[in-house]
């Protein structure tokens, strides 16, 4: 009788919990199953680590052979688990030594060849592999991304032989290596002309983490604007950044590790479904909310999306989070991000313009502007008006606009007196935070409570003009909120439902 153990990682969300690997020899017909809630892809193991135990020269032992992944009720998916499983093998019936298998975690798919393959999820992996003060030996193609991972051993290999000859002792595989970071070149404000006010809105919500809604005829500068609100960010932690690549790592979709530390900026199409914004599917995968943690999600001709994909954003915009629930798991996603939508003020996109081109009807464009809920435009901080450039402020050598290095610098400065003062950016505080933070002299509060009522807005609209007043006072370098940074607030409230069109 032999019995082995090899440790590994299974991949729950952004998480790596960890797996024994745990096989045992007995008597009986020749037979391998593996146990442990295995799906397809790790059942169809035992096929590729019995053609790749044969290619590197070793034996198959003719035992009744099982395996079992424990613990039994996680569920375990893909084929990072060939790896630990044939060396489980071989070191249960001697071909290679058991005691070397202890202070290593192993990752990695098997060809029939022997040949190590990539697997998606290193980087969670390597974290905890970290943290459990273990080595980690991954298949060559994943040693960058393992390599991100501070405090750990990672080594590469490309053949399952590479790996037993490690553990024989006859040889030392190569560590894995970090590649030079490479910065990604972003749109500067100073191509941006004109659009005082919605750059002085990109400005606040850079600087307090709030959520932005640009409306205005087509071919104004949404778009142009929204795509150089990234550039306005400082660059993310360490912390941050890790928590970032990792979504990114366990998506299917890769990670560059090269550029590990840039926040994202995710512009999906108005036909995504709700799925592809959330997440889901029978494995977890995360969806453009949490592939834009730490970053930017801009949803262009946002009354041209689905309702329903439009609603299932309420939740993460107030938790950060976004949570899948399956009959065998539950897996959860970091959703903290910053919402920047586009729209136009009506059907044929010209509603308030000067040119009075417009002829929509009221009912129209009530219509038209229906399609987006009160609740979700009630979780928009800032509302802005981007009107049509006169052709004047368009020449060549019409004045430049600010750069964005120049912006960045007053955005840090902000940020730096928010992390200050209560640990988190102001569209971050809770309801309790908020009402220590921002407290308003009497007659700016009477003028809060005036606008409330003439707007007809919500106690959350409420807490969310007290956070943008906050961060203009921030921006200002004022330790308390003024009537100008109050006004200023409230005036990017004045439309729950922007039209282009004043009432009478």
Known sequence: MGLALVHGRARAGVRAPAVKVEVHLGGGLPSMSIVGLPEAAVREAKDRVRAAIQCAQFEFPARRITVNLAPADLPKCGGRFDLPIALGILAASGQIPREPLAGYEFIGELGLTGELRPVDGVLPAALAAAQAGRRLVVPEYNGAEAALASGLEASTARTLLEVCALLGGTRTLPLAVAPPHRSVERPDMADVRGQAQARRALEIAAAGGHHLLLVGPPGCGKTLLASRLPGLLPEAGEDEALETAAIASVSGRGLDPACWRERPFRAPHHTASAIALVGGGTEPRPGEVSLAHNGVLFLDELPEWQRHALEVLREPLESGTVTISRAARQSEFPARFQLVAAMNPCPCGWAGDASGRCRCPSETIERYRGRISGP????????????????????????????????????????????????????????????????????DQALLERAIESLHLSARSMHRILRVARTIADLAGSPAIATAHLSEALGYRQAERPTGRRAA
């Open 376 to 443: 979700l435009l009630d979780r928009i901080d800032l509302h802005v008006e981007v009107p049509r450039l006169p052709p004047a402020e368009l020449r060549p050598d019409a004045p430049a606009g600010e750069a964005s290095a120049a912006i960045r610098a007053r955005v840090e400065a902000a940020r730096a007196i928010q992390q200050q003062r209560a640990g988190c950016l102001n569209a971050q505080l809770s309801q309790a935070a908020t009402m220590a933070w921002c407290r308003l002299q009497a007659h």
